[in-house]
């Protein structure tokens, strides 16, 4: 069964902007913190909230204190003045499109154009506008109601920014055939449009879709219902947990779409998409399944991750001139699948949003899991032992400096922010690389070569590029997850569209340093082959980037390959050399 995710799924701008500032809202503002109303129309992300002691608050009291953000949707402006005389400290994460709508009617208003409002007249988006229309204010949600309005000398025409598309461009029509005088706005948030749009392609190309989000999420309903007038099985479910009501076969469904709400977060559509992903499996039987779980427990174990450091160590050597040994490759095993074992133990409270699956399966298995974790840092340091003192000691301190990243080095000061070394922004994804590298690179150069040559220092800075361009990738993948906990990983720092041009820029010089260094003698021929590297992360980039590579077991199993690629041609150029 194949699986396709709208590219529109998800937190629309106006949603992302309010919930950053909801998030952000505890370290910038006075406690406590409420917001007026839900912000957003997700249950799971009010959940969130709740948890990290953001309340709503429901109704006005004569007094109060603390900070109160204003919802998504926005709220009548008497209700922000009586927030602010009431002593609250008042944060407006209205959306911005939300605000243009409440400014065309501000000033219409005031000069005397009744408005009408196209829109459900209990949505909160729709309370909030009446708010800025005042008595002139009329709300439609039908040609019916439309034609019932009275003849004004003078209106304006607006519509919700989560309307359907459709039926307001039928009351445009009638609005220009019946009262060409009045003034009409488009004022549907082209968010929506794009994913109205997308669900009707979609629903062509696919044989069911699963709509994800929030039953009160208005935006979400039109999605549903958009899907179901497609003739198509549409499932309206708001986490994965209700997938199985929806009895989804794949040996009848050969194609599924996946579109999601304005307020849908994306740990959510990943956590859909991966049950999804796992049907198939789980109705069949045999070497398909025993495939399935094999490649799974390697995954979830960093069994994998741990082989591709040693087939990256191996390449390394032979681009060294190294001769080939076993206790480089250990040492390179072993200390990283320590080190991702321990990174993934102490991290279970983020793999909650990024991926629930590897969550529970810690918390299952957490004591053999950090039994596995000491018993392979303990004997990577003894195989590291037989390298040489200073490989011993290199992977003693890096040993160390792992088991310290979580721990507070710097006692409580006014002001200080950075206590761990997990508080330094970005650290997580610069330091996995270069403890990679080391491992890899470093060691055995050293060791071979008895100091830091230039050409032992530009296969470090390879292997460190290669694993930097792997770690980053997976950081953009969980970037909401890590947001919420308040993990600052450089897909936070420079943002989505950033960090993609980061790393093709040094995806890209990761295959010319390779190839320039095999040119000039510094490193063996292999140097030309194992520009293959970076080129097959960069094809699979390009990949999710144009939607046809989605997050999930496939993509994570594919980029963790891309280690174990660089053994395999090592292991090719070796057989060709010999030949």
């Avoid at 979609?202 to 009160?216: E, F, H, K, N, P």
């Avoid at 198509?232 to 996946?258: F, N, W």
């Amino acid at each position: 069964m194949k699986i396709e995710i709208a590219k529109t799924a998800g937190f629309c701008m106006g949603v992302r902007r309010a919930v950053e500032m909801a998030l952000d809202a505890p370290a910038k503002h006075a406690d406590p913190i409420y917001t007026y109303g839900p912000l957003i129309h997700n249950p799971q992300v009010l959940a969130l909230f709740a948890e990290k002691g953001i309340t709503v608050l429901e109704e006005i009291p004569e007094q109060g204190s603390g900070t109160v953000l204003v919802r998504a949707h926005g709220v009548p402006p008497r209700d922000k003045q009586q927030l602010k005389d009431a002593g609250f400290r008042v944060v407006d994460a209205t959306c911005p499109r939300v605000i243009r709508v409440q400014t065309i009617i501000r000033v219409h208003a005031r000069k005397g154009f009744a408005t009408i409002i196209v829109g459900d007249r209990d949505h909160p988006e729709v309370v909030g506008l009446v708010g800025y229309a005042g008595a002139e204010g009329f709300v439609v949600s039908s040609m019916a109601e439309l034609e019932d309005l009275p003849v004004f000398d003078q209106a304006i025409i607006v519509a919700q920014t989560t309307q359907n598309m459709q039926f307001y461009e039928q009351v445009k029509a009638w609005a220009a055939r019946r009262f060409p005088h009045y003034k009409t706005f488009d004022t549907i948030c082209d968010s929506t449009e794009k994913r109205q749009d997308e669900v009707k392609q979609l629903s062509d190309r696919v044989d069911a879709i699963v709509v994800v989000g929030g039953r009160q999420s208005g935006n979400t309903q039109r999605l549903a219902e958009i899907a179901a007038e497609s003739g198509k099985p549409a499932y309206h479910v708001e986490t994965e947990s209700e997938l199985e009501a929806c009895c989804l076969d794949p040996d009848r469904i050969g194609r599924v779409g996946i579109t999601a709400g304005a307020s849908t977060p994306n740990w959510i559509i990943k956590r859909v998409y991966r049950e999804l992903e796992r049907l198939p499996a789980r109705k069949q039987a045999g070497v398909v399944r025993l495939f399935y779980r094999l490649i799974q427990t390697l995954l979830l174990t960093n069994v994998y991750v741990a082989i591709g450091a040693g087939c990256l160590c191996f390449a390394c050597t032979r681009l060294l001139g190294i001769a080939p040994a076993g206790a480089p490759v250990a040492v390179a095993m072993l200390y990283v699948l320590s080190m991702h074992l321990l990174n993934h133990l102490t991290g279970m409270a983020e793999d909650q949003y990024n991926d629930p699956e590897r969550a529970r399966f810690y918390e299952r298995y957490r004591f053999l899991l950090s039994l596995l974790a000491i018993a392979a840092g303990g004997l990577g340091i003894i195989s590291a032992s037989a390298m040489g003192r200073a490989a011993f000691a290199i992977l003693l301190v890096m040993s160390l400096l792992g088991l310290s990243y979580n721990l507070y080095l710097i006692p409580v000061r006014p002001g200080m922010k950075f206590r761990r070394i997990k508080d330094i922004p970005g650290s997580k994804t610069i330091l996995i690389a270069a403890a990679w590298g080391v491992a890899a690179a470093l060691l055995p150069g050293i060791t071979s070569k008895g100091s830091l040559t230039l050409s032992v220092l530009m296969v470090f800075a390879w292997a460190t590029i290669l694993v930097f361009a792997r770690t980053a990738f997976f950081d953009l993948l969980d970037v909401q997850g890590d947001r919420i906990m308040g993990k600052e990983t450089l897909p936070i720092l420079l943002g989505d569209r950033k960090t993609f041009v980061l790393l093709k820029g040094i995806l890209a010089g990761c295959m010319v340093l390779s190839a320039a260094l095999a040119a000039v003698g510094l490193v063996s021929g292999l140097g030309f082959l194992l520009t293959l590297c970076p080129a097959a992360m960069l094809a699979l980039i390009g990949a999710y980037e144009k939607g046809h590579m989605l997050p999930g077991m496939r993509l994570e199993f594919l980029v963790e390959s891309l280690f174990l690629l660089s053994g395999v041609l090592t292991l090719l150029w070796m057989l060709v050399a010999a030949s």
